[in-house]
């Protein structure tokens, strides 16, 4: 079946540091969403990407759906500690969603 | 509306208990959707429903999981003879399905499950 791989696993920063991540896939998607997640709590919706080549900005972070369908990008500008937090990508696979294994993200103040 | 919720939020329960989670997704959403998610790991689909009809059922459920959305808005998760392995967060998600790009799942807190 379709996977989602994360890179890096996970990633400890000064905070004001930018942040990059990525997701790929074996098979093509047709959209791309990003997540936080905080202890805890369910994952919080950052950004959706639809369009191949596509690139979208919400606040600091940044995102790209990747020209080959399968993969796409997450960056986070000048981090901060509120930034901490697991990030997935997913997509979508006859309406539900396939998850990657998270990139979890720490940052130092 | 303030989004996805269910309750509990928390629930403890020995070995062999039945439990039963519900979830209220945002009120004009039609779709509706439940994960599982253990320690380290992203979501796993176990089932979604659109209106009232549970469209697709993951290989996860097993026959002591069942999921009814009786009137097309909240929804219960049922596990029956639970069982240590069962233990995980218990995520509800929902969108507003139409045609075409779009239909951005919006999740709950989840209930987290520990089996005794």
């Known amino acids: 079946g379709q996977q989602l791989n994360q890179s890096p696993q996970s990633m400890f920063i000064q905070e004001g540091e930018d942040v990059s991540m990525n997701c790929t896939s074996s098979?093509?998607?047709?959209?791309w969403l990003w997540y936080k997640q905080d202890p805890g709590e369910g994952p919080v919706l950052l950004i959706a990407?639809?369009?191949?080549?596509e690139l979208t900005s919400n606040g600091r972070l940044t995102a790209q759906f990747g020209i080959t369908r399968k993969d796409s990008f997450l960056n986070i500008s000048a981090s901060i500690p509120s930034d901490v937090g697991i990030y997935f990508c997913a997509g979508p696979n006859t309406g539900k969603l396939i998850f990657g294994q998270g990139t979890t993200l720490q940052v130092k103040p | 509306d303030t989004g996805v919720s269910q309750d509990p939020r928390h629930k403890i329960t020995k070995r062999g208990q039945n439990v039963t989670f519900r979830c209220d997704p945002i009120s004009e959403h039609n779709r509706l959707y439940w994960y599982r998610q253990t320690l380290g790991q992203g979501p796993e689909f176990l089932t979604y429903?659109?209106?009232?009809?549970?469209?697709?059922k993951s290989r996860l459920l097993s026959d002591r999981f069942s999921a009814e959305r009786p009137k097309g808005s909240f929804s219960t998760l049922e596990i029956q003879r639970t069982e240590q392995g069962d233990s995980a967060m218990y995520l509800c998600?929902?969108?507003?399905?139409?045609?075409?790009?779009?239909?951005?799942?919006?999740f709950g807190p989840g209930t987290r499950l520990t089996v005794l």
């Open positions: 998600a929902s969108s507003q399905w139409a045609s075409g790009p779009g239909n951005e799942q919006f």
């Open positions: 990407l639809y369009k191949a080549g």
């Open positions: 098979s093509i998607f047709n959209t």
């Open positions: 429903f659109q209106n009232e009809a549970q469209l697709e």
